[in-house]
């Protein structure tokens, strides 16, 4: 079993930026898909950010300009850095990892990001 563990979260004001980091406790096939979600009081989990062991990247249209997703497949680490916040960005945010046609998934217990206006 892998375990993904996010960091990074936290409160910010409106305007400001925050880095999420997910580590995996070890490693892990190296063909894979690497994402972060999130998921606000009340509303279903949204995808926020994807990107592929090859490099390819996909953002949900409200991210676009704003989110760059990373990832390291050396440390076996995805990041998420987030500027220019917006209060509708206050969610949790969790880290998820896939394999090939997913036949395995794994979530991270997610951080709080909260941003005031």
């Known amino acids: 079993q892998v375990q993904l563990v996010e960091s990074g979260g936290g409160l910010v004001q409106a305007g400001g930026s925050l880095r999420l980091s997910c580590a995996a406790s070890?490693?892990?096939?190296?063909?894979?898909?690497k994402g972060w979600y999130r998921q606000a009081p009340g509303k279903q989990r949204e995808l926020v950010a994807t990107?592929?062991?090859?490099?390819?990247?996909n953002y949900a249209d409200s991210v676009k300009g704003r989110f760059t997703i990373s990832r390291d497949n050396a440390k076996n680490m995805a990041y998420l850095q987030m500027s220019s916040l917006k209060p509708e960005d206050t969610a949790v945010y969790y880290c998820?990892?896939?394999?090939?046609?997913?036949?395995?998934?794994?979530w991270g217990q997610g951080t709080q990001v909260t941003v005031s206006s």
């Open positions: 998820n990892v896939r394999g090939p046609g997913n036949t395995w998934n794994y």
């Open positions: 070890r490693s892990i096939f190296s063909i894979n898909t």
């Open positions: 990107v592929t062991s090859g490099g390819i990247t």
